[in-house]
């Protein structure tokens, strides 16, 4: 998991620590060193490093703004930082890194869904929206598991009506996970079913509602617009935006799109158990401005892992291999 972002951060990090070391050595041979307490970690130390890395970053599927950021932030730590002769300078140096990327993946918003189930008019209701085959079915699955482990009721719509088999496989799904499925036919108007699934709710005290959807809309209708018309219809509490963590960069770029349709409020991304780069987790919450709620690893029902930005910097930057 991460496996590209860790090593090329970690390269930049020992970049820097070989230039540090270098005006060590200098100052030692000027005789300075008697003198001497500590090193000052200089613009030309960090800079071609820095060039280095935006380039990594960014073949890391880390987005541009994010990449630019992330320069400034570490730049910023760093130039004019003291090191004491003798400490261990790649401590120091990746201290600074680990800073910026928690900035850049700390949101100004946090999300506590239970409390804010908990605190809601019943039903909360979720939609989710994503790009077809980005898991959005079988994170629903996995989200109503998690809910239910935590004493809520949950029912689904399936409102995705227009891929053939999309209602049996999410039937499956709510069978295995002990959920009821609201739907209709296929072909029905997704915002309808939605809209009865939360009148069963009202009508029967369930706390959450999951609108599954489509991710691909029929020719005659664009996939935004019915997102919208369903938002319209059903007034959610939380957008959810599913996306696969495979697809890199490219998801970045769905999200901002989904977001201008209907506002989202949390990221779920899917398939980190195979994900080996990490770009599209550090960008994705800092493009959109939303944070991850969850992660999928697996596809297992329990595979589903509240996200908190210490555990992707100990993945990063942890002992524990990725
Ligand atoms: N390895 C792995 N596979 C996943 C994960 N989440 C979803 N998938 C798989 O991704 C595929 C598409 O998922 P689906 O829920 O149908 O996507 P949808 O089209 O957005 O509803 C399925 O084969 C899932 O089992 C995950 O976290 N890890
Ligand atoms: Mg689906």
Redesign the pocket.
Known sequence: MFGKLREKLKAFVKRVEENVEREEEEAKKKGLLDRLIQVEIKEKDVDEALDELELELLEADVALEVVDALREKIKERLVGKKVRIGTDKAKVIEEAVKEAVLEILRPEREVDLLEEIKKSEKPYVILFV?F????????IAKLAHWLKKNGLSVVIAASDTFRAGAIE?LEEHARRVGVRVIKHDYGADPAAVAYDAIQHAKARGIDVVLIDTA?RSETNRNLMDEMRKIARVTRPNLVIF?GDALAGNAIVEQARQFNEAVRIGGVIL?????DARGGAALSISHVINAPILFV????GYD?LRPFDEKWFIERIFGEAEA
């Open positions: 994503g077809n085959g980005s898991g959005k079915t079988t994170t496989q991710g599913v899917t398939k980190l158990d195979a999928g690893v697996g596809q595979d």
